[in-house]
Each structure stands twice: as structure tokens, then as C-alpha cells.
């Protein structure tokens, strides 16, 4: 079977569909600028600092963060022994409570058969309804084939949520991290791309959201373009590694027009060998 988007969405509890999910009728006119906090972290495959594979250890790092929105890198679904053959997104989006969409950036065939496929990639966490999801392609360098060549491939997740009212874009990334900057390069003129898609002449502003790791400092020439449409959100640290961190290479970043900043921090844990960010922002009606 070749290589497909999926997308999970998990439902918890019917009812905090009424309330979580749902926006408040005092929120559905026109007002003041909608609060939300958004998180980004790359979970390492469920290993913290210590390589040492504790998903109970991640839920409550997770849940400490107490963001609404939450974009994860490096996700296991039924990847390997690394992380228990566990779907990795669905098990977070239950323990959570929210819903969630997984974007394959590889998707294997099984080691026997009748398995679930391997799968490994990135995922949103939402505490607000997933409206609708894709998985884009950008440029890639194949970790799983022995001689690579750059090629257009999935892992690239996209969602829209309902948030009270709004409509938000959010995306999910993790850009390439091998020293030689040339598929960044390719990956951020393709990610300019796909968010352009959805600023199309005559729509009203869209509220874009960028969630990921960038393998990249915050002045690194190949990233300097996505600098043009979005503001990048200063957290106040670096993010790794996450014991004695040195490197800012995790993001959130937003659309400049529609879409405010009020706070952000890089969360101290050795979770994972990233730190998280969490900023604090609004959104313009």
C-alpha cells in the first residue's frame, strides 16, 4: 500500500462535548480578542532525557502545560519496539482528554501480518473541535532509504479548529536536521506555499498558527523567510537539549495581522531531550 494521510480523531467522553468543544453562546458575536494557549514539543518517541521510554512521565509533563492546542513531533503509531508498538496519539489524546490528528510522515508496511502499519510522524492535540484535517507534502531527505535524494512527502499536518466561534489554521512541522541547511531551504519555501494556499485573495484573514521543530536557529538564513508572514514568538530560553539546553530550535510562531502574543515560556522538564514552549495568545475577531 503506498504511502497515505491519516488522520485520528479520538472523541472523549460525550459529555465535554457540550462544553470543551463546544463554543459559548456568549462568545458567538463580535467582542474582545479570543484568549488561547498553544504548546509545541517533540516527545522523542515517548523517551525522556534519559532514553528511557515513560508515556506516563510525558501525559503529566503534558498536562502541566494546561495548553488548549498542542503540536507534537516525533510520534510513534505501532512504530516499533522503542515505544511498546503503542499508538502513541490516540493513547495522549485519551489520557488528555482531547481530540487529536496524526499526519504520517512514514507509513511501513508490518512486520507480520495483520499489524497495524508503522507509522511515525507528527500530531495536533485540541481541546476544541478538529473542523478538518490534512496531511501536506514538502520536500524531504528519507531517513529510510539508504540513498535519498530530496522529494516531496507527507508530514506536513494541518487542522482547523473551531475556537468559540473562530476559525484557526494550525500546522505542525518538523524540518530536517542535518547541518547542510539546502532541504530546510526547500522545506520553508514549501511551507510558505501551503499557508499561502489558504490566504487566497479575497477570504477573509486567516488566523495561522505554526506549530514545530525547526532544527534551526531563530537567525538561520533558511528559516529567515518564514519571517516575512509570521511573527516568531520569543520564549525567553533555549529549548535544546533539554538538560543544560542551548539551541532554540522549537516554534511557535503566528500570522502577523490576526493574531496576538501575550506570553510564552520555555517549560523546564527532562520529559524528552526538547523543552516545550507554551505562549499565551489572542485572537483578533
Do not use: C
Not at 467522553?13 to 457540550?18: F, R
Not at 490528528?101 to 512514514?106: D, E, G, Q, R
Amino acid at each position: 500500500m503506498s504511502l497515505r494521510r491519516r488522520t485520528v480523531e479520538v472523541l472523549i467522553a460525550a459529555g465535554l462535548l457540550g462544553t470543551a468543544f463546544a463554543p459559548p453562546a456568549s462568545a458567538a458575536g463580535q467582542g474582545h480578542a479570543v484568549p488561547l494557549r498553544v504548546a509545541t514539543y517533540n516527545i522523542h518517541a515517548g523517551a525522556g532525557m534519559d532514553n528511557v521510554f515513560d508515556l506516563d512521565r510525558q501525559t503529566a509533563e503534558l498536562r502541566s502545560l494546561d495548553a488548549d492546542v498542542i503540536g507534537l513531533q516525533e510520534v510513534d503509531v505501532h512504530w516499533g519496539t522503542r515505544s511498546e508498538w503503542r499508538d502513541l496519539a490516540a493513547e495522549l489524546a485519551e489520557r488528555l482528554h482531547m481530540q487529536v490528528s496524526f499526519a504520517p510522515i512514514y507509513s511501513l508496511a508490518p512486520e507480520t501480518p495483520g499489524a497495524p502499519r508503522r507509522e511515525f510522524g507528527v500530531a495536533v492535540l485540541s481541546r476544541y473541535r478538529i473542523v478538518s484535517a490534512e496531511n501536506h507534502e514538502i520536500t524531504r531527505l528519507s531517513t529510510q532509504d539508504p540513498n535519498p535524494v530530496p522529494a516531496p512527502a507527507p508530514g506536513f499536518g494541518e487542522v482547523v479548529l473551531r475556537v468559540k466561534g473562530l476559525p484557526v489554521h494550525v500546522y505542525v512541522t518538523h524540518l530536517d536536521y542535518r547541518g547542510n541547511p539546502s532541504v530546510r531551504t526547500a522545506q520553508v519555501a514549501d511551507t510558505r506555499r501551503v499557508m499561502a494556499e489558504d490566504e487566497a485573495p479575497g477570504r477573509q484573514k486567516v488566523r495561522q498558527i505554526l506549530l514545530g521543530d525547526f532544527n534551526a536557529a531563530p537567525a538561520a538564513p533558511e528559516l529567515a523567510p518564514l519571517w516575512e508572514e509570521l511573527t516568531d514568538i520569543e520564549p525567553g530560553g533555549p529549548t535544546y537539549p533539554a538538560q543544560d539546553p542551548v539551541q532554540r530550535i522549537d516554534y511557535v510562531a503566528v500570522s502577523k495581522d490576526s493574531v496576538r502574543v501575550r506570553d510564552a515560556t520555555v517549560a523546564e522538564t527532562l520529559a524528552s531531550d526538547h523543552r516545550p514552549v507554551v505562549a499565551d495568545l489572542l485572537l483578533r475577531r
